[in-house]
């Protein structure tokens, strides 16, 4: 017998029993279903997720004090010191451009509106370096530096909360803390980022948060942002930030006491986060396959004892166990091929839906059911046929033609 | 070994074990069919007959004792062996017709030329085999919309499909009316009248047995008359 006739054969006899095919089908239908839906929310998030850090921009790295691998104590904060030492064109050629920043949560306050939230002390540079745009007024000048100006640059989001508008707000007088700052500007609106919406905050000039709002002491600084030339050069750049604050931290021995992010560090940790966020998922999802695969079996068992006779008659007329065998491997591939072909069809609209349902919620995010996913499903699931139909087969095959045909 | 004996058996024997009772099914059993001979085996219930005719038809092994089906040793061949010989030297034909229920007569009457792996021209001879029993007209029924005596002659068809040496037939009239009945043993005569080939019939049937040329009597494992 050669396969297309055993599939053929296997076929019929599916058929013949519409109703208990259907229902096997359905276990492993909804196993495949719901791993590939799985497989294709976590893929979305992967892609969600890391393209929103890459959209931070690939040539930047975050420059933390502490380290977050290795114990170290007391580590010395950053400083503006170090922020000028690493502007130094001849130690750091590869770094186009630096921005320190200081941040913390506050109190805005505009006629009786009132919203908590994020505001970062910065200098001109930070426009350059996070790409920020204004849609109305300007951005912090050197004059605001110097000066100590009590102005302030809103982000859209609290604008909304504040104004209930996104447009016309420069000139206004807000109140960040108690102290009255007068709106210079209107930022572009940039979406959600890695670290929330990045459109939740208020810029102040940098020497205004840290003598007035946010009260640094000596020069303190808590992120730098460091633009690098390119995003070829972040390798390079990262390694002349490190020389440079270990020769200033005095700490050329041991662990460094501060920390350089890229953004292919953030991309990484991410990717790990939500891979094995995937792969939990599509376990779970693995699980209800599994059970499908179960029902496969018990089927497959009461179908070689229904047709006991009908094995008995296939051997006496020449049929060997090799034939017996193949025929019910057949069926119960077949049973759990057709439940996965199926199965990444319903997976699909489920991810589709899934999708919908994250637009509609205002969460960009498109699962994606990939080409890997569906081979591995297919696969998978034509494997837990074969193997959980070998048990049955087997039993068949194995039948003594004088017991099978003499069998009521 | 002479090449018109198509079965020859020396002393075969069959025990089974029900626990801890040895049952004693055929107790040396020796005897010689001729090519082209048409005869029946009888015996009460309980004779041996039916493991007789398994072991006849290579559905079992005798426990010891040589069995010559066609020139060949049959009687140590393997399970793979045994569905060869079961295939290509034996047609059978049961009480209860045992035909494939959702196929069609022509598949049915095709089967045994699948499993012996012929794929070119099984039709035509499925065809061929459904017209030497009177059946051209019923090829694509399916055994539920047709007569016990039609299901009954599909069966003959499988049977002969392969041109086998022997075609060995359980109670094949045990199912039927009287009618059809008698057309079957008419086929069966037939057959082996025109085409000279060797039937055995395993029966009750004191009339079916005096249809034939010889009768192989058994009792309590043993022959009762020479062979």
């Known amino acids: 017998m050669n396969l297309g006739q055993a599939v053929l054969e296997a076929l019929e006899s599916l058929n013949s029993n519409k109703l208990r095919s259907g229902l096997t089908i359905l276990g492993i239908v909804i196993g495949v279903a719901a791993v590939i839906a799985m497989l294709a929310v976590g893929e979305g998030a992967q892609q969600t997720i890391t393209g929103a850090i890459s959209g931070v921009g690939t040539n930047l790295l975050f420059v933390f004090s502490g380290n977050f691998q290795e114990e170290v104590r007391n580590p010395q904060p950053l400083t503006l010191a170090d922020v000028d030492a690493l502007r130094d064109q001849f130690q750091a050629p590869s770094v186009a451009n630096v921005a320190p ?86 930022l572009e609106s940039k979406g959600g980022g890695a670290f929330g919406s990045q459109d939740d905050v208020v810029m102040i000039p940098f020497t205004t948060a840290k003598s007035r709002v946010l009260r640094r002491t000596r020069d303190r600084v808590d992120v730098i942002f460091v633009q690098a030339l390119d995003a070829e050069y972040v390798d390079e750049a990262t390694d002349e930030i490190s020389q440079i604050l270990r020769s200033r931290h005095r700490i050329m021995l041991g662990p460094d006491d501060f920390t350089v992010f890229s953004q292919e560090d953030f991309v990484q940790t991410a990717r790990t986060i939500t891979g094995v966020f995937t792969i939990f998922l599509g376990g779970i999802a693995g699980i209800s396959l599994l059970v499908g695969g179960i029902g496969i079996m018990n089927i497959m068992l009461v179908s070689v004892t229904e047709r006991t006779r009908e094995i008995g008659l296939r051997k006496a007329l020449g049929a060997r166990k090799r034939d017996i065998l193949i025929q019910f491997l057949t069926e119960s591939s077949l049973l759990s091929m057709l439940g996965g072909i199926i199965g990444i069809g319903f997976g699909w609209l489920i991810s589709f839906a899934v999708g919908r349902i994250a637009a509609a919620n205002n969460t960009p995010f498109t699962p994606s059911v990939g080409m890997n996913a569906i081979l591995l499903a297919t696969l998978f699931a034509t494997a837990v046929g074969l193997f959980f139909g070998i048990y049955p087969a087997n039993r068949a095959a194995n039948l003594e033609p004088v017991e099978a045909l003499r069998y009521e | ?188 005569l037939s057959l082996n009248r025109e085409r000279g080939t060797t039937v055995i019939i395993v029966t009750h049937d004191p009339t079916i047995a005096a249809q034939t040329q010889r009768v192989i009597r058994l009792r309590d494992g043993l022959l009762e008359n020479g062979a």
């Open chain 1, 101 to 186: 920043v200081i941040n913390g949560q506050v109190r805005v306050s505009y006629s009786g509106e009132q919203a908590t939230t994020t505001v970062n002390g910065v200098t001109p540079d930070y426009a350059v370096v996070r790409n920020y745009n204004v849609t109305e007024g300007e951005f912090i000048n050197d004059e605001h530096l110097l000066g100590q100006a009590s102005v302030a640059l809103l982000g859209p989001e609290v604008a909304q909360k504040l104004f209930g508008r996104k447009d016309g707000v420069v000139g206004e007088t807000v109140r960040i803390e108690g102290q009255p700052f007068r709106v210079i500007g209107l």
């Open chain 2, 1 to 188: 070994m002479d090449n018109d004996v198509v079965i020859r058996t020396e002393g075969i024997t069959k025990t089974f074990r029900m626990g801890e009772v040895e049952v004693h099914a055929l107790c040396g059993v020796s005897f010689m069919i001729q090519r082209g001979e048409i005869l029946s085996i009888m015996g009460p219930s309980g004779s041996g007959k039916s493991t007789l005719m398994n072991i006849l038809g290579c559905l079992d092994r005798p426990t010891s004792g040589e069995y010559y089906l066609d020139g060949n040793l049959v009687s140590n061949m393997g399970d793979d062996e045994l569905a060869e010989v079961r295939n290509r030297k034996v047609g059978f034909i049961f009480q209860s017709f045992n035909l494939l229920s959702r196929a069609s007569a022509l598949s049915n009457v095709e089967l045994p030329l699948r499993y012996a792996g012929i794929r070119e021209g099984r039709r035509e001879r499925a065809i061929e085999s459904l017209k030497a029993v009177g059946l051209a007209d019923r090829i694509y029924h399916r055994p539920t919309e047709l007569s016990g005596g039609q299901q009954q002659r599909v069966a003959i068809a499988r049977a002969l499909i392969n041109n086998p040496a022997i075609i060995l037939a359980d109670e094949p009239t045990g199912n039927l009316d009287s009618k059809s009945g008698k057309e079957i043993m008419e086929i069966l």
